[in-house]
Nanobody, 122 residues
Framework: QVQLVESGGGLVQAGGSLRLSCAAS???????MGWFRQAPGKEREFVAH????????YYADSVKGRFTISRDNAKNTVYLQMNSLKPEDTAVYYC????????????????WGQGTQVTVSS
């Protein structure tokens, strides 16, 4: 059983920054981890991914160059540094563990946090 708890969301003006944290607990394996987001009326979408060792990262095109994912395995924590935020980044952000490709090619995950709201005002 793995529990993921996100924090760090909030309200920020366009162009601003936020840093999300995801604390993992439970019987944690060598999972890759990442972040997804879901805006109102939209499907949940992949944002960023990081390998267990932190040696490789991957980003959705929409956030590439603006967001940075990192992790500290000693703290069982993964981070998402979000810079140059845009109103379209407004969403509930979900931490995820053991991300994989689903049957139709969409990225899924075995474990999810409850989400943290990020609101970017224009």
């Amino acid at each position: 059983q793995v529990q993921l708890v996100e924090s760090g969301g909030g309200l920020v003006q366009a162009g601003g920054s936020l840093r999300l944290s995801c604390a993992a607990s439970g019987r944690f394996s060598r999972y890759n981890m990442g972040w997804f987001r879901q805006a109102p009326g939209k499907e949940r979408e992949f944002v960023a991914h990081i390998t267990w060792g932190g040696d490789s990262t991957y980003y959705a095109d929409s956030v590439k160059g603006r967001f940075t994912i990192s992790r500290d395995n000693a703290k069982n924590t993964v981070y998402l540094q979000m810079n140059s935020l845009k109103p379209e980044d407004t969403a509930v952000y979900y931490c995820a563990a053991n991300i994989f490709k689903g049957s139709i090619g969409l990225l899924r995950a075995d474990y999810w946090g409850q989400g943290t709201q990020v609101t970017v005002s224009s």
